[in-house]
């Protein structure tokens, strides 16, 4: 479900002459704007069964596997030193991981497939579940591998004899077919998230780092409508707009620096690690209740060794002009209250750094309105929200709850 409008109610603070007519101040015009965008993250479709190899075929795995050659080092350039749900997945899982990051570090040789033994069925309900825990724990861990997260033109499959060699298995673990632009995308990305960082002070405290990616990022990305709304389809995979690579370079259509909830909550993640701040993505749902709420994505930040929570996509206030039409009334009061600093300073962090039971049912306070310079209406441009997470939700697939499920929880929000 998406769930694009929010309701901002401009609210008649005296008598207002409409057409030369008193309207009564019990009276409330409505002014519609992109406040809540929400049902807009990529659903995960989980990866294929196991397919069955021959001997044969297994032989001629492991001849592509000792002809291969790793040749330099990978354009895969996350810094980061943490990764949260890696730390957390249970033994199996973190071995397929590991297995995946290999594969990953070069997707494009075909010899680079990587092996590993279980002890588990690879044909089994059991390790399938694993797999895609571990490949779903992958992408939200790393951002710059983007091009798994969407899976337009890139995704892993494993594949076994599953034949018990005195109590294991051998899984072979390989792109599908080779990823021939990931040379061309992966110096885009690295050189976009370089230009980014280039005037962020690493030297100062991390809650000013954090401060400056967030306000930089919603200062740069445009929330992208067509693919929020479901109007942009692909035969396979996501758009890039779901990723990190859409925030930071461009859309799959080629439109620079647009995304929806999960690019911005990817894009937001990477440019932290490489900080040496951790963070981690959270998937669930949004929208004005429970009810009405959509899929979306956000993050979770460390500051001091205390977790916060963080939507940079609903902070985006400056998104919102694309919806309504110059000249109007609407727009008027919009692009006023927009350009006030000290309330647009509000508008772009009320769910910066805030709890986990904040975010999970927000309420805004009367610091959120705005009266016009006329006297005329009291704007309320922030809603009350809801942000559930996937474990405690029925949106989204079993492995990515699995996963949501171990993020902690935010205690407090920041003073």
């Keep these: 479900m998406k769930e694009k409008k929010g309701i901002a109610g401009l609210f008649l603070a005296g008598v207002l002459l409409a057409n030369g007519t008193a309207v009564s101040a019990a009276e409330v015009k409505n002014l519609e704007v992109n406040r809540m965008p929400s ?47 890696y730390e957390n997945l249970d033994p199996v899982a973190k071995e397929i991981y590991d297995v995946m990051l290999g594969v990953a570090q070069d997707p494009v040789s075909e010899g680079n497939i990587g092996l590993m033994m279980t002890d588990i069925d690879p044909t089994g309900q059991d390790y399938y579940y694993e ?22 033109e890139a995704e892993m499959v494993y594949l076994s004899e599953a034949v018990n060699y005195g109590g ?30 280039a005037d962020i002070n690493q030297d100062a405290s991390d809650y000013e780092i954090v401060r400056q990616i967030h306000d930089k990022l919603i200062d740069l990305v445009n ?10 389809e692909w035969d396979r995979g996501q758009d890039l707009a779901h990723t990190a690579y859409g925030c930071l370079v461009a859309d799959s259509s080629g439109n620079p620096n647009y995304a929806v909830c999960d690019g911005y909550t990817l894009a937001m993640e990477y440019l932290l ?31 001091e060794n205390v977790w916060y929570e963080v939507d940079a996509t609903w902070d985006d206030a400056g998104s919102q002009e694309d919806d309504l039409t110059p000249g109007t009334e609407e727009y008027q009061y919009f692009m006023e209250a927009l350009n006030d600093p000290e309330y647009r300073e509000k508008l772009d962090h009320f769910l910066f750094l805030v709890s986990t039971d904040t975010i999970t049912h927000f309420v805004p306070g009367d610091e959120y309105k705005y009266i016009t310079s006329d006297g005329m209406y009291e704007i309320q441009m922030v809603q009350e929200s ?16 699995a996963i949501i499920a171990l993020a902690p929880n935010a205690m407090q929000s920041y003073r």
């Design 273 to 303: 690690q490489q900080c040496g701040i951790e963070a981690a993505f959270i998937g669930g749902m949004a929208g004005s209740s429970q009810a009405d709420a959509g899929g979306h994505a956000w993050n979770i930040v460390k500051i």
């Design 223 to 232: 929330y992208n409508d067509p693919v929020g709304d479901g109007e942009v």
């Design 39 to 85: 049902g807009d993250m990529a659903e995960y479709t989980p990866s294929k069964p196991m397919e069955l190899l021959s001997g044969q075929d297994a032989a001629e795995l492991d001849a592509i596997m000792q002809a291969y050659n790793a040749g330099g080092s990978s354009l895969n350039k996350n810094a980061s030193g943490s990764y949260y749900y």
């Design 386 to 401: 809801v942000h559930i997470r996937l474990n405690n939700s029925e949106w989204g697939s079993d492995c990515d709850s």
């Design 131 to 152: 797999f895609n825990v571990a490949y779903r724990a992958l992408c939200f861990d790393h951002p710059e591998l983007f091009w798994l997260y969407a899976g337009q």
């Design 168 to 197: 294991f298995y051998f899984v072979y673990i390989k792109m599908a077919e080779p990823f021939t632009n990931y040379e061309t995308q992966m110096n885009a990305f690295n050189a976009a998230a370089a230009s980014f960082l």
